[in-house]
Structure formats: C-alpha cells, structure tokens
C-alpha cells in the first residue's frame, strides 16, 4: 500500500513563497505519474502541476511562472515550490500519484493514491 504524505503548508502573506513535499512510501517502483492538486474554498478540487516519469511537466495557467514541480528520487519525495503567493492561491494541497499515464493529467479521477493534504494559507 503506497501512502503519499504532504508537509510544508502554513500561512504566509501576498509575495512570499512555500515549499510543500510529499513523500511517497511503500511500493514506488511503478508510479509513473504524480501530481499536485488543490481545492479551495467553496471549490472543486483542481490540478495544479503534474511530473510524470518521464519527466514531463504540466502546469495549470494560473501558477505558470509561480510554481515549480520537481522530484527527489533518491529521497521518494515530490515537491512544490510556491512562489509569488496570492490570496487566491489559498487552498488544501493535495499529493496525487498513479501507476499509468494520466490523460488528461489533471483527470482527478484518474490517480489512485492521495494524500490526507495540507493547508497553505495567503493573506
């Protein structure tokens, strides 16, 4: 059983920046393709970026040049930076990861492993 945990989130103001992870254990070998989401407030959940194992990237229009998606695999962990934050950015962050390509990525019922999430905050 892979289990995805998210950390990094908090509150922080307008401009500055985070740095979410999510570190994957248990059976890894065969995930091809993972992916950040999140949901708001009063929203449906979105995709925000997606890395796939063949080190595609994918972001949605409104964090392209913001937000940057990268791996450590020696270390099993994803990772978010978040740059320029703004309000509207404020959301549960959600890890998401599945054994076959995702199309399209941000197809949330496409990934069969999520994380519990966590809370990032703009003010």
């Known amino acids: 059983q892979v289990q995805l945990v998210e950390s990094g989130g908090g509150s922080v103001q307008a401009g500055q920046s985070l740095r979410l992870s999510c570190a994957v254990s248990g059976y890894t070998n065969t995930y091809y393709c993972m992916a950040w989401f999140r949901q708001g407030p009063g929203k449906r959940r979105e995709g925000v970026a997606t890395l796939g194992n063949d080190g595609s990237i994918d972001y949605t229009n409104s964090v392209k040049g913001r937000f940057t998606i990268s791996e450590d695999k020696a270390k099993n962990t994803l990772y978010l930076q978040m740059d320029n934050l703004k309000p509207e950015d404020t959301a549960m962050y959600y890890c998401?990861?599945?054994?076959?390509?995702?199309?399209?990525?941000?197809?949330?019922?496409?990934?069969?492993?999520w994380g519990q999430g966590t809370q990032v905050t703009v003010s």
């Open positions: 998401a990861a599945d054994a076959k390509a995702v199309a399209p990525w941000d197809w949330i019922g496409g990934y069969t492993s």
